[in-house]
């Protein structure tokens, strides 16, 4: 089957814009992260969704950065006001949320974004 | 709060050389630990994990044992192939709540034929 889709895999824009990145998660999977991996901080959690519960935002690093997940599947990350160290490989994942705890996370290819 | 440190790198042998690459964690309770590797221009894939004291993940010849008592989670591979050439990334979840993944900072493994 398909497995995560993210959309654009290469973003080039100017400091002070807007950009919107997008992730299709795995069909039927409830949870869905963000990552960002950059040079200086390797992969760094973003954000966390799961059903219908309100998202754990504790690795946003500034509040520039907001995500949100329509009808529990596609995923926007927002980054306003874009900044030259937003530049980074933005990685989204998805996974089942069974009882027992954690499943496999599978990722998506990422959007590489450089900010200039 | 969750920690993991991973070798650094990066690491260059020959080809059919022993493989070690040491993966060491912090972490409150009982965390899962995983290895995941990105092989040049692909994403993260998950190539073994392990959710318990002394259970070991295996694939593909890549092995680990997940070690409470010395909260490590080495990878190993006996014979490495060109193919393995890639960089690799510890990782843990605490299971509790949220299970996002803290990750190493990697290491590139280059195999030389």
């Known amino acids: 089957g398909a497995g995560v889709s993210q959309s654009p895999s290469n973003k080039v824009t100017e400091k002070g814009k807007d950009v919107e990145l997008r992730c299709d998660p795995i069909?039927?999977?409830?949870?869905l992260y963000w990552y960002r991996q950059s040079l200086g901080q390797g992969l760094e959690f973003l954000i966390y969704?799961?059903?219908?519960?309100?998202?754990?935002k504790s690795g946003l690093p500034s509040d520039r950065f907001s995500a949100e997940r329509t009808g529990g599947s596609v995923s926007t990350l927002t980054i306003q006001r874009t900044q030259q160290e937003d530049s980074a490989v933005y990685l989204c994942a998805s996974s089942l949320v069974l009882a027992g705890g954690q499943e496999t996370q599978y990722f998506g290819p990422g959007t590489r974004l450089l900010v200039l | 709060g969750n920690s993991v440190t991973q070798m650094e790198g990066p690491v260059t042998l020959s080809e059919e050389a022993f493989l070690t690459i040491n993966c060491t964690y912090t972490?409150?309770?009982?965390?899962?630990l995983f290895w995941y590797v990105q092989y040049p221009g692909e994403g993260l894939q998950l190539l073994l994990k392990a959710t318990k004291a002394d259970d070991k993940g295996s694939n593909k010849g890549f092995e680990a044992t997940y070690r409470k008592e010395t909260t490590s989670f080495h990878l190993e591979k006996g014979s490495v192939q060109v193919s393995d050439s890639a960089v690799y990334f510890c990782?843990?979840?605490?299971?509790?709540?949220?299970?996002?993944?803290?990750f190493g900072t990697g290491t590139r493994l280059t195999i030389i034929p």
């Open positions: 069909s039927g999977h409830t949870a």
């Open positions: 990782a843990l979840c605490s299971n509790f709540g949220n299970e996002k993944l803290t």
């Open positions: 969704f799961q059903g219908n519960s309100a998202p754990d």
């Open positions: 972490a409150t309770g009982y965390p899962s």
